[in-house]
């Protein structure tokens, strides 16, 4: 059977009214796919892929069969396919909701490269195609929001998503393809040129993959190297830095709308909330307390 993209199989059978499919490409990960869905009714024929499949279901019930071993999927669970396994897909009951991505083999050997110090391109592999696991559902239902929102106008918060992707696959690959994580040791200088690249350029659209390819490091070794150092993840950092210079510019009197433009954030909202967390009051109230 030849292997497909998930946009293909949604164009085997039509959607049933109530259902909805919304597939879109995940930014900074070479036209990775993702699909939000809910199916009622929507059936799939059986199909394979080139990449891996690692989602959640949400809401509701699914019911697949791959492996000569039928699964049922609910809420809190992670399911995964491997490359080339033959699976199909049905709703169960009144249907369910979930959230997929579509990870090349290419990328998981990254990954669990970087994690377990792998040399000559191992492919991981997934034992079990459901697992109970709340925590890395919810994980991977964060990034894949945070993935959507990158694509619909919160652009410069594309590094936050691409973060949270990478923690939410290396959750899986240790938790659930036995992949041992190794000892991080000191990576001191890439790090502090990481960190001065982010400060330089603060206001401008950042990638987790431009960053660590300035410093020589894998992305997830980048995440696991730079938390390490600091305390903070690198969207986090980046997120700091731009609340500190939006610091500086308030006790000059700037607006807080200017601000949040001249800073990186999205929107003022999104200066205010950062700023809020941090400091306990708003961009508004501090730029007063400065004026008076």
């Known amino acids: 059977m030849d292997s497909v993209s998930q946009s293909k199989t949604l164009g085997i059978r039509p959607l049933g009214s109530g259902e909805r499919a919304e597939l879109f490409l995940a930014r900074h990960f070479d036209s990775l796919e993702c699909l939000s869905a809910t199916f009622a009714t929507h059936a799939y024929a059986p199909h394979a892929h080139d990449t891996y499949v690692v989602g959640t279901i949400e809401t509701g019930c699914e019911a697949w069969t791959v492996r000569g071993e039928r699964h049922y999927g609910g809420s809190g669970d992670l399911t995964f396919i491997n490359p080339l396994d033959v699976h199909d897909g049905e709703p169960v009951g009144e249907g369910y909701s979930y959230r997929m991505t579509y990870p090349a083999v290419a990328l998981m050997q990254e990954i669990a490269s970087s994690l377990a110090g792998w040399n000559g391109g191992r ?22 929001r945070a993935m959507e929102a990158g694509r619909s ?140």
């Open 123 to 144: 492919t991981p592999f997934f034992p079990r195609a459901c697992v109970h696991d709340p925590e890395g559902a919810a994980l991977l239902s964060r990034a894949h």
């Open 153 to 292: 106008g919160a652009g410069r918060e594309a590094l936050g998503g691409e973060e949270l992707l990478l923690r939410a696959y290396a959750y899986c690959l240790v938790r659930h393809a036995g992949v041992a994580a190794g000892a991080i040791g000191s990576e001191a200088g890439p790090i502090a040129h990481a960190q001065a690249l982010m400060e330089a350029r603060h206001d401008e659209e950042l990638s987790l993959a431009e960053i660590a390819g300035s410093v020589g490091l894998p992305r997830h070794h980048l995440i696991r190297a730079f938390r390490r150092e600091t305390g903070l993840t690198p969207h986090a950092w980046l997120v700091d830095v731009r609340v500190r210079r939006a610091r500086d510019r308030l006790r000059r009197g700037e607006a807080p709308g200017d601000v949040a433009a001249a800073t990186g954030f999205c929107d003022q909202a999104h200066l205010t909330r950062a700023f809020k967390a941090r400091l306990g009051v708003t961009p508004g109230a501090f730029r007063a307390a400065h004026l008076s």
